[in-house]
């Protein structure tokens, strides 16, 4: 069974400081992502990774950076925590061909609270 | 540019009667739709999916229909259960790219 584990359920930073987000994959998966969950919103993808040291941005990847140092894990980094991405993030990792032949695998969240 | 919509925020349905949830998708590229389920605090988890060459895929008391032309795909629970009770979101593979491409999520609610 596949396991994508998220380091933090809950967070609350402030304002302007940097915040990292970490996300470890155990199925070995080329494909990892970050979404953000907002009420009405819907999930929105903030970045993704192909493999190492690969990166492509998403839909909303302003104000967010990523890191993939090994295949198994995938960082959010929050340069300078605004309130506005307050809000509920989830990493997710799949073989290649998203969707198609295996289905994304989501970790349980990390809710963030910037005050 | 919402590619994939769910119109309908909320539905409410009595224990053991049918649910109904509602995708409406633009793009005529996508060839395969998905739907997960979602529970407070928890990530969301696949559910079933369809690919454009079929307009119907059951499982169990799941079924999703498909209907290219009118691009719109909708998925049905029978009998419904408490726990189903969760945010509904369809998806579709974006036809260029290796992500999902996620709807706005329905929230479930059925009641005894």
């Known amino acids: 069974d596949v396991k994508v584990t998220q380091s933090s359920r809950y967070l609350v930073k402030r304002t302007g400081e940097k915040v990292f987000l970490e996300c470890v994959q155990d199925?070995?998966?080329?494909?990892m992502f970050w979404y953000r969950q907002d009420p009405g919103l819907g999930l929105r993808l903030i970045y993704f990774?192909?493999?190492?040291?690969?990166?492509e941005k998403g839909d909303i990847p302003e104000g967010y950076s990523v890191s993939r140092e090994k295949k198994e894990r995938f960082s959010l980094i929050l340069e300078s925590a605004s309130t506005n991405q307050t809000s509920m993030y989830l990493c997710?990792?799949?073989?290649?061909?998203?969707?198609?032949?295996?289905?994304?695998?989501f970790g349980n969240g990390t809710r963030l609270t910037v005050t | 540019d919402q590619q994939v919509k769910q119109n309908s925020p909320s539905l409410s349905v009595q224990e053991g009667r049918i649910s109904i949830l509602n995708c409406d998708y633009t793009?005529?590229?996508?060839?395969?739709f998905l739907w997960y389920k979602k529970y407070p605090a928890e990530g969301p988890t696949f559910l079933i999916s369809?690919?454009?060459?079929?307009d119907k895929n059951e499982d169990g008391r799941f079924t999703v229909f498909l209907n290219k032309s009118a691009k719109h795909l909708s998925l049905h629970i029978v009998p419904s259960q408490p726990g189903d009770s969760a945010v509904y979101f369809c998806?579709?593979?974006?036809?260029?790219?290796?992500?999902?491409?996620f709807g706005t999520g329905t929230r479930l609610q059925v009641f005894p």
């Open positions: 997710a990792s799949s073989p290649p061909k998203t969707g198609r032949n295996s289905p994304l695998h």
């Open positions: 199925m070995d998966h080329e494909n």
């Open positions: 990774s192909y493999d190492v040291k690969m990166k």
């Open positions: 793009n005529s590229m996508f060839d395969y």
């Open positions: 369809i690919s454009s060459i079929k």
């Open positions: 998806a579709a593979p974006s036809y260029n790219t290796d992500k999902l491409i």
